[in-house]
């Protein structure tokens, strides 16, 4: 089993930063994929960005070259800043943890992003 803890979440203005982190405990190898996910109610879940424990990231459309997600492996966290952010990145953020390659899959119970004036 891994938890997964958020944290980082709030109100921010549009054109403002946020930085978001989310600590794994339980595991006691490196995670092999971390990441984040995002949710509007009413819409799917979607893709913000993963990285593997090998460093190769991987980001959602929508905020490439906004949001940069880096982890620290020894200590199973995962960061995702998140800068010039926009009123259509307003969502629940959740944390997601893949201990192997191939298996079961984990999520946080999510923090609340929104980007207002």
């Known amino acids: 089993q891994v938890q997964l803890v958020e944290s980082g979440g709030g109100l921010v203005q549009p054109g403002g930063s946020l930085r978001l982190s989310c600590a794994a405990s339980g595991p006691k190898f490196t995670i092999y994929l971390m990441g984040w996910y995002r949710q509007v109610p009413g819409q799917e879940r979607e893709l913000v960005a993963w990285m593997h424990s090998g460093g190769f990231a991987t980001y959602g459309a929508s905020v490439k070259d906004r949001f940069i997600i880096s982890r620290d492996n020894a200590k199973n966290t995962v960061d995702l800043q998140m800068n010039n952010l926009r009123p259509e990145d307003t969502a629940v953020y959740y944390c997601?943890?893949?201990?192997?390659?191939?298996?079961?899959?984990?999520w946080g119970h999510g923090t609340l992003v929104t980007v207002s004036s």
């Open positions: 997601n943890a893949q201990p192997h390659t191939i298996g079961q899959d984990f």
